[in-house]
């Protein structure tokens, strides 16, 4: 899942060194749904919803079809977010050539592509507790973020993201790719978005898509 991706966009980066809408609107009381949260459409213009979009467990059912070495690890994460107190999920995958749908992290993408994902937890305790967490799940080390600024990416964390004090946010173009990467923590939700090929858009929709957690 994430881990993928955010390991594909640090290959973009250590190459370049030479090493339909569905969210709705927010429920009145409690807090959102996950899908709530990740799916709405309108954050990225002209792009289509993948079929693979939906709930983790659906997502994983995908992938274990298409991708099932990588459906194992997956499995395994989503498992162990659970353990930590997730208790819902969605994965919103949006592209504008349907070729780039189903690659569950495998691959560049050719065009434009967003991956949202958005983990409910049981409280925001357990939620910030597990973005600190140093674990395979969503960590980036120190040394991915000095790897990335070398390249010359620009990384930001904590209340200049923009998105509160667990957050962080990676960018980078090299070799025609660029690369946005946001992964934060707020009240009891966790999410990551990685956008290709969006380098105007991928900011603009990070702050939608936290603007709908409550």
Not at 105 to 112: E, L
Request: aromatic residues 8%; negative net charge; proline residues 3%.
């Amino acid at each position: 899942m994430m881990t993928r991706l955010l390991a594909l966009a640090c290959m973009v980066v250590l190459a370049g060194c030479g090493g339909g809408s569905g969210g709705g609107n927010p429920l009145a009381q409690g807090p959102a749904s996950a899908q709530n949260v990740a799916d709405n459409s309108s954050d990225f213009p002209g792009l289509t919803k993948c079929p693979e979009s939906g709930s983790y467990d659906n997502y994983l059912k995908a992938e274990q079809t298409k991708a099932p070495d990588q459906y194992a690890s997956d499995k395994i994460t989503w498992d162990d977010l659970k353990k930590s107190g997730a208790n819902d999920s969605y994965v919103a995958i949006y592209a504008a050539n349907t070729s780039d749908c189903g690659q569950f992290g495998s691959g560049t993408p050719s065009g434009k592509v967003a991956y949202v994902y958005a983990f409910r937890f049981k409280d925001s305790t357990t939620a910030a507790a597990s973005f600190k967490a140093d674990s395979k799940d969503f960590h980036l080390s120190d040394s991915d973020i000095a790897s990335l600024k070398a390249a010359g990416g620009t990384a930001q964390q904590g209340a200049a993201t923009g998105l509160g004090d667990n957050s962080v946010v990676l960018s980078i173009s090299i070799a025609d790719v660029a690369v946005y990467v946001a992964f934060w923590q707020n009240k009891q939700f966790e999410v990551a978005m990685l956008a290709f090929n969006e380098p105007a858009i991928g900011a603009s929709a990070a702050t939608k898509i936290n603007g709908r957690v409550h």
